[in-house]
Every structure is written in C-alpha cells, then in structure tokens.
C-alpha cells in the first residue's frame, strides 16, 4: 500500500511474512530526500508502526555498487532508533521490487549493514548481517 498526499511516497511492508497480513509491519520512504527530522517522526507517528525507514543518498566512502547503497534512519512513532532489522529486511525487498536482487548497503546510526536480496519462486527473500549489540544505562 501507498501513500502521496503532495508528499512523498510512503510505503507498507511486512516483513518475515509472504502475506501482508502476516509477519511484522514497518513503513518505508525510499526517497526521504525532503524530509527533515519532524518530517520523518511526523509521518512515523501517523502510520504507528513500532518503526518506519527512511532512505537518503549514501555518505560518501560507504562502498557498494552504484544505485545499491543507501543511507537508513529508523523511527518509531515517538522517537528515532538507531537499528531496525525488520524495517531493514522490508526496505532492501522494496528496493529489489524496484531495482532487482543482489547486494545492497545501507549505512545506520548504528554501522553499516550489508543485505543480499535473493528471488526463488517469484519472492524475494533478504538476508543480512547485524550490527554490533550496543548497551546503554538508562537513567
């Protein structure tokens, strides 16, 4: 599903599921070029999602092949994340929906994540390796 009110494109997807009814929801902006930080909430915040991703162009250095690597911000509907794996595996099948499988890199708040999209009977099926564990104290 879709949305585009003079705004851009936002996108529903379900991640681990083969049904959109299934598995675990995350929204998606593959072009959030526009977007500012309360843009971004804004639009996290009205899908209510437990985490919406955002793509922009890659930082420079990031690597991968051209067109395939991107720059990923995570927000839930209060505040932004550093890392989101669903939201990740939804927006690396997005993107292969649109540009083919192969490898993909995005670089987050919290590393880079390298993501391979395959495609068997019809479906693309991501696959990635996780960024480092980080722990905080919480005051």
Do not use: Q
């Not at 529903?12 to 929801?25: D, H, I, L, V």
């Not at 696959?127 to 104290?137: A, D, F, K, N, R």
Request: some cysteine; charged content about 15%.
């Amino acid at each position: 599903m879709t949305t585009n009110a003079a705004g851009p494109e936002v996108l529903r997807y379900t991640a681990f599921s083969s049904t959109p009814e299934g598995g675990n929801p995350a929204g998606l902006v593959l072009d959030a070029s526009g977007l500012d930080d309360a843009g971004m909430l804004g639009i996290a915040a009205g899908l209510g999602y437990s985490e919406s991703a955002f793509l922009t162009a890659p930082p420079e250095g990031l690597g991968g092949e051209e067109g395939r690597a991107y720059s990923i911000r995570y927000f839930s509907p209060k505040a932004e994340v550093p890392f989101c794996g669903h939201a990740t595996v939804a927006a690396a099948v997005a993107l292969a929906e649109r540009i083919g499988p192969g490898e993909l890199v995005f670089a987050t708040r919290a590393g880079t994540v390298p993501v391979t999209v395959s495609e068997e009977g019809g479906a693309f099926r991501a696959t990635l390796t996780s960024v480092e564990p980080h722990v905080e104290e919480v005051s």
